[in-house]
């Protein structure tokens, strides 16, 4: 039924379709939407229950200037390089309103983070998807025939795992007159990344989030750096306090306890070299992933079936419906056991089907 008063934009679109995000999360084997496998640290709780009720009763600072400050310290910037956001994905609703305008073209690598097309359109934007090269190299030459007044670029990327290196995001940002977004909500658990690019390029965003690499996805908090005067441009679009008191005390403690977080990195760096290895004996092709996640390839072609029958062994994988997917599962590194639990899964699964 069509509601006559909603923007035709709005009522013409589908929507972004989160990951499954199971009732019963306890009794499941959640490898779907890129959580860290670890909790937070001790400080992060202490932070959360040192919240005073009179924190609470009162607005939040606007800015989360305890954040930035924390964040900034930590990337050796300064406070008037960061802006907290309610999650990453509110920093790039902020960076979409402010970057791209109604009639204006979103470029972005294709495929890669579901949300950038969705975003465009809310902008009444065109969202242009550009094929990865074969090899997953950066298209840079079709990126720049686009046009486009933003290029937004998942490094390492969603759901490939792949890596861009920081040398060519930095030609692309060198010959690109628009803004390029480098959303590294994966940075972390890849070897490289491209803060140092922002102190070169004032039309470079790079997006953060904690939900992956800080174990905070139900906390909701991102950030972006950049230069000031491009951050105080972003600080006009985003709504005045979109960072709450609880969140803002949790995800300063957490960016400040780097000896946790560096801890919960090297165990998913050593499981994701194992998962590699072990599918790829089991017969997926795996790319080279350099996130908590990868994308492998399932033998005989049916990411749909293994998908499912996963699903009914309570291992919950993410399975994409979509052109150039429909072989593939994107499969979150967690703890050794449940990466022991979909290695046995799948076998049993491969194990049945060679049976007479
Ligand atoms: C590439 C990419 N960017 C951003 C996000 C959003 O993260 P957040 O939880 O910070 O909104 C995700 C979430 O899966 C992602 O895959």
Not at 153 to 161: I, K, Q, V, W
Not at 213 to 222: I, K
Not at 234 to 256: E, F, P, Q, R, W
Not at 289 to 306: C, E, I, R, Y
């Amino acid at each position: 039924m069509s509601v006559s008063f909603v923007r035709a934009t709005v009522r013409e679109m589908a929507g972004y379709t989160p990951g499954e995000q199971p009732a019963d999360a306890a009794r499941v084997v959640k490898l779907n939407t890129n959580e860290n496998p670890f909790p937070p640290g001790e400080k992060v709780m202490q932070a959360i229950a040192a919240v005073s009720a009179d924190s609470l009763r009162r607005y939040p600072n606007p800015t989360a200037d305890a954040f930035r400050d924390t964040a900034a310290k930590l990337h050796g910037l300064s406070r008037e390089h960061i802006i907290a956001g309610n999650g990453s994905d509110d920093i790039l609703t902020i960076a979409t309103r402010c970057f791209v305008p109604p009639g204006g073209t979103l470029a972005y690598p294709d495929p890669t983070y579901s949300l950038y097309p969705v975003l465009a359109r809310l902008e009444d934007a065109k969202g242009v998807a550009v094929p990865w090269n074969g090899d997953w190299s950066l298209p840079i030459e079709a990126l720049l025939q686009t046009r486009a007044d933003a290029i937004y670029l998942a490094n390492p990327n969603a759901p490939t795992g792949t890596f861009v290196p920081p040398a060519l995001v930095a030609e692309l940002a060198g010959e690109f007159p628009g803004l390029l977004l480098v959303d590294e909500a994966y940075a972390d658990f890849a070897g490289e990344n491209c803060l140092q690019l922002v102190g070169r390029f004032e039309n470079v965003v790079i997006s953060r989030t904690l939900s992956k690499a800080y174990s905070l996805a139900g906390l909701r908090f991102g950030y972006a750096v950049a230069q000031p005067v491009v951050i105080a441009e972003m600080m006009k679009v985003k709504d005045s306090y979109n960072c709450d008191a609880l969140a803002i005390a949790a995800a300063t403690a957490a960016i400040g306890d780097q000896a946790h977080a560096q801890w919960t990195w090297q165990h998913v760096r050593a499981e994701r070299q194992r998962v590699t290895a072990e599918l790829t004996r089991l017969g997926f092709a795996v790319l080279p992933s350099q996130a908590n996640f990868v994308l492998a390839t399932v033998p005989g072609d049916n990411g749909k079936d293994m998908y499912l029958g996963l699903k009914r062994q309570g291992i919950l994988v993410r399975y994409f419906d979509l052109p150039g997917l429909t072989d593939k599962l994107r499969i979150t590194i967690g703890l050794t056991n449940e990466n022991d639990a979909l290695l046995n899964g799948i076998k049993s699964m491969c194990l049945t089907k060679d049976r007479p």
